[in-house]
């Protein structure tokens, strides 16, 4: 959620949150995610490829340390 907050305050012109559990992208909306994505009901990079034009992001920061959401925000 901090993510959420810090990306918000710095400027970003869009903000997806990704998370498993529903909560967290309700709360990720509440503190001001544009967009949130559950990963076990969707590809995490596929939509945001399709909310992107196919471009990507800028910058992404991955927080889980999971070597394949590691992978995933490259």
């Known amino acids: 959620m901090h993510a959420v907050?810090?990306?918000?305050?710095?400027g970003a012109s869009?903000?997806?949150?990704?998370?498993?559990?529903?909560?967290k992208l309700r709360l990720a909306k509440e503190l001001g995610a544009d967009y949130?994505?559950?990963a076990l009901?969707?590809?995490?990079?596929?939509?945001?490829?399709?909310?992107?034009d196919g471009l990507g992001v800028n910058i992404a920061l991955e927080v889980t340390g999971s070597e394949k959401t590691m992978n995933d925000a490259i």
């Open 41 to 52: 009901e969707e590809d995490p990079v596929k939509t945001i490829k399709d909310l992107t």
């Open 5 to 10: 907050i810090w990306a918000r305050a710095l």
């Open 14 to 23: 869009k903000v997806v949150g990704i998370d498993i559990i529903d909560f």
């Open 36 to 38: 949130t994505v559950n």
